[in-house]
């Protein structure tokens, strides 16, 4: 959450601050501002509620030559979105400025303390904290000041600094909350995401946590909190500035849509050898450990939580063994039962959930191996687990997912049957078999899209209705969750996925002629169940949408509208009949007006808890 762009170098960095912010308002766009060191020495700031138009705006009468500044665009958590509660935020002296990202845990403490030592605050935020601190220990070091006063603080972190008497210096820290310093010939960017400064440099260094960064004329250093200096190695990310700009599309969410026979071909590239047999780049799991695993836990937040739910199936279904499905926020806080002998699946697309991330490193705490499954190259999850396997979505940039869903859900077939071939409780005949259509999903995909214009009919005739249930049975239940979560998530319209057969132990006392049901009902063992599922719902006039195998006329018959799919193996479906719901979402929200890139109050990656 919140977005945080840092920039030094020789040009200008008004326009490069901005450009930075764009490519992160996904992150927060309740508020946002910038932070110029002038050539004169001053700070020149400037902020503005709401979204980066309104400070676009006020930039315009703003002369800022300065070749070093700090900008931010805010997700709320601590004070309401207002102008004084925007970062960045300065100091008594107003020499300093920060931009924070993360919860400072005990800000009230500190404000206190702060306070009575005569500091005065200007905001309601517990990020304004941190600007006090490092003015407290500031002695003409900058680095020093940012890192004795984190000693301070308990909570999460990604915070960037600037002194107007260190003008060539910027200083940033991490904790829980990403940071990432992007490196070109003379300059430096640091932000909290890689496509910040995409189109600028892909040679990037993330930093680890309690890590202080300083970048001034002698170059970048990173020191730890006891004051030690550490050597970390820079990397270049594969991404390129095309992959994160909307490409002709109205939005990132159509665009990423219609990007995921893409990004699914690529996530399955680097899973299979030259002879087409699975090679699990990142997982380093032996038969012998395979063999002697007790269970699996899989753990995740949101939309990566649904696609822990097809890998539950999977892995239970290939693997043979008993395999547990856990919401990460809920999961690190418990007394847990983890031990050596469990295998704990980790999924996160950005690799820098907080939830998640707490429950990675309390499962190895217990002796747990950890896999952790991410699209975010060099993500602190990644980080933190004994492996870590690569979805290679590329970057997606609006807030609600959609390729990286489905990407998480491919790499979810080789894995399972992997460790069920390592495990030798599935054959080798099975295994290429599947994986062979496996193979052949992306182009089915291609078939599925095609139907835009049919969803975008039947969204046209839905958009009013307050209230939809999505019904799914086996695989078809994940894909229920996700149709209503995206639902809700762009539409703000009220919309709950349950396992069909639960819809007669309370739902259906929902439905009537103004609710829609959507339905997962392609030609598979559940088949039958889910037709007496619809029957049900028609005696009840609630109107039905299903989604369904290509030539189903027996479904069509009893439903007001259809989506098909193409046929393909049972366990495959969840990777096609979730593009029209997607679609279906996406089409309902722009019909009712609303921003589908930028929902109202969710940001693309939650780094507090």
């Not at 990604?158 to 003008?167: E, I």
């Not at 890689?194 to 990037?204: C, E, G, K």
């Not at 219609?258 to 047999?277: H, I, P, Y």
């Not at 969803?455 to 994940?478: T, W």
Request: charged letters at 25%.
């Amino acid at each position: 959450m919140c977005g945080i762009v840092g920039y030094t170098g020789g040009k200008q960095a008004k326009s490069i601050l901005f450009e930075g912010l764009r490519r992160l308002e996904y992150r927060g766009y309740d508020s946002a501002g910038i932070c110029v060191v002038s050539p004169d020495g001053e700070l020149d700031c400037v902020r503005a509620v709401g979204n980066l138009d309104n400070l676009e705006k006020v930039l315009e009468g703003f002369d800022m030559p300065g070749t070093l500044g700090i900008g931010h665009t805010r997700w709320a958590t601590h004070g309401a979105p207002t102008e004084s509660n925007a970062h960045p935020h300065l100091d008594c002296s107003g020499d300093i400025a920060i931009v924070h990202n993360g919860i400072i845990e005990n800000f009230t403490r500190l404000r206190h303390e702060l306070s009575e030592r005569g500091h005065t605050f200007k905001s309601d935020t517990d990020s304004e904290t941190l600007a006090h601190l490092i003015e407290e220990h500031y002695r003409g070091d900058l680095a020093e000041a940012l890192r004795k006063g984190l000693s301070q603080v308990e909570g999460s972190f990604a915070v960037v600094a600037a002194c107007r008497k260190n003008p060539g210096e910027i200083v940033g820290a991490r904790r829980n909350s990403p940071l990432v310093v992007g490196i070109a010939p003379g300059e430096y960017y640091v932000a909290s995401a890689v496509p910040a400064f995409l189109s600028r440099t892909r040679t990037v260094l993330f930093l680890d946590d309690d890590e202080i960064l300083s970048i001034g004329s002698e170059g970048l250093k990173i020191i730890l909190m006891d004051g030690s200096e550490v050597q970390r190695d820079s990397a270049e990310v594969g991404w390129d500035i095309d992959s994160a700009e909307k490409g002709g599309y109205e939005d990132f969410m159509l665009k990423e849509i219609f990007e995921q026979k893409k990004a699914v071909e690529d996530t399955l590239a680097d899973k299979f050898n030259s002879r087409g047999e699975i090679e699990m780049e990142g997982l380093d799991l032996s038969g012998e450990e395979a063999r002697n695993l007790r269970r699996i836990i899989v753990v995740a937040c949101g939309t990566s939580y649904h696609a822990g739910i097809l890998a539950k199936f999977l892995l239970e279904k290939w693997g043979c063994l008993p395999v547990e499905i856990e919401i990460a926020s809920e999961f690190h806080f418990r007394d847990l039962a983890v031990a050596k002998g469990d295998l704990v699946i980790a999924i996160s697309q950005s690799g820098e959930t907080a939830d998640t991330i707490a429950s990675v490193k309390a499962a190895r705490k217990l002796g747990a191996r950890v896999t952790s499954i991410v699209n975010v190259v060099g993500s602190q999850m990644g980080r933190d687990s004994d492996d870590v396997i690569y979805t290679h979505a590329g970057p997606e940039i609006g807030v609600a997912a959609t390729k990286t869903f489905t990407s998480q859900m491919a790499v979810m077939y080789p894995l399972a049957m992997s460790i069920g071939l390592l495990r030798g409780t599935v054959s080798s005949e099975i295994c290429d078999s599947v994986m062979k259509e496996l193979r052949s999903i992306p182009s089915k995909m291609e078939n599925v899209l095609d139907f835009d214009g049919t969803v975008r009919e039947v969204a046209g005739k839905f958009q009013n209705c307050p209230d939809f249930l999505y019904l799914g049975r086996s695989f078809g239940y994940p894909i229920a969750m996700e149709g209503a979560l995206k639902l809700k998530e762009i539409s703000y319209i009220h919309a709950e996925g349950y396992p069909a057969g639960e819809m007669k132990h309370g739902p259906i006392a929902l439905l009537d002629d103004g609710v829609p049901v959507v339905a997962i009902a392609t030609r598979d063992s559940v088949y039958d169940k889910m037709i007496n599922n619809i029957e049900e719902v028609k005696a009840r006039k609630a109107p039905v949408v299903a989604v369904t195998t290509v030539g189903d006329t027996r479904i069509a018959d009893i439903c007001e509208a259809v989506f098909e799919v193409p046929e393909t193996m049972e366990v495959l479906y969840p990777l096609l009949t979730v593009i029209p719901l997607q679609l279906l979402a996406y089409h309902i929200a722009k019909f009712k007006g609303c921003n589908v890139d930028q929902p109202r109050n969710l940001a693309k990656t939650v780094t507090v808890e």
